[in-house]
């Protein structure tokens, strides 16, 4: 079991937009250098309420921002004024909540956030900020140099990136795969999830709609924990050809979502993602990706 695990969490009541207060106009983009940890999650460091530090998770299956509870008691500034209900692979809660919250990362502050407290994140975090926050704005994520930089507007030299749409569906941003399985192709949208450490997760839907579950090879079973603590116990594959864009992965490491998780969507995970450097394009809808040094690496081994 890979401990505090970061799962999608979804807001479901309560959540204000942030005001994005701009850094000043330079012309130049905002550069925020991330950590790649041991289980592929980016994590930078934030300021809350002007006054605690927080290492946090870039997280690109959320909106919002929300604390764990390590993160709380490291944030004096954080006095719950709430509670909010929210939703997790596993389940709903009613969480703690805050309101009016202030967050900086780099040069940037956002206020008037809402802010939840959940039970997890990514190890070594103290909670996680959704794509939200730049909303409106090309996010470029560089794993070679392990830095995100935030532009007003997408660069002009897109050399030798491929182009995906995004397709939104609540808080998740969705992307067109195509899957090959016992020889047969089949279109599959996934969410882009920076928080999930592995490569993908076939949702329940999936499995359903093209009568995957008795088709793919069982290889163990892969224990997760969500944001709200509750377990889920997913079954260890493989999938013979994933095929993002112009991009062919072969005998892919997968799982197969828990058949008691209410959430049906298939997932693309660092795994995957980390081998391209990106450029999010959060005004159009658009997701260009251009191989890096990791795109050849080889599949990590099953725990």
């Not at 870039?58 to 008691?73: A, D, N, Y």
């Not at 692979?89 to 990362?105: C, F, P």
């Not at 163990?220 to 993002?244: K, S």
């Not at 005998?251 to 081998?275: H, K, Q, W, Y």
């Amino acid at each position: 079991m890979r401990p505090g695990l970061c799962i999608a969490t979804m807001l479901a009541a309560g959540v204000l937009q942030a005001q994005v207060f701009r850094a000043p106009a330079t012309g130049l983009p905002d550069t925020i250098p991330f950590t790649l940890s041991a289980a592929n999650d980016l994590l930078v460091r934030a300021v809350l309420n002007g006054q605690d530090p927080l290492t946090l998770m870039f997280h690109s299956g959320v909106e919002g921002l929300s604390l764990t509870e390590v993160g709380r008691e490291k944030a004096p500034s954080f006095r719950t004024s709430g509670s909010m209900d929210v939703g997790s692979w596993g389940g709903t809660a009613e969480v703690d909540a805050a309101s009016d919250q202030t967050l900086t990362i780099g040069d940037r502050t956002w206020a008037a956030l809402d802010v939840h407290v959940g039970r997890h994140s990514a190890v070594g975090s103290d909670g996680k900020f959704g794509h939200d926050l730049f909303a409106g704005q090309v996010v470029e994520v560089d794993f070679d140099r392990q830095v995100l930089v935030v532009h007003d507007r997408m660069p002009d030299d897109v050399t030798g990136y491929q182009v995906l749409t995004i397709e939104r569906q609540g808080s998740s941003l969705l992307l067109k795969c195509v899957l090959t399985v016992a020889e047969d192709r089949m279109e599959q949208p996934v969410m882009l999830h920076t928080g999930y450490h592995g490569a993908l997760i076939l949702g329940t839907e999936a499995l359903e709609a093209h009568g995957l579950a008795g088709r793919l090879d069982t290889l163990g079973v892969e224990v997760l924990t969500d944001a709200q603590g509750n377990e889920l116990r997913n079954l260890r594959t493989r999938i013979p050809e994933f095929q993002l864009g112009e991009a062919t992965f072969h005998d892919v490491p997968a799982s197969t979502m828990d058949a008691r998780s209410n959430f049906p969507m298939s997932v693309l995970g660092n795994e995957i993602t980390r081998r391209f450097n990106w450029l999010l394009d959060l005004e159009q809808d658009v997701l260009y990706l251009r191989p890096n040094r990791n795109f050849d690496a080889p599949w990590p081994a099953h725990e």
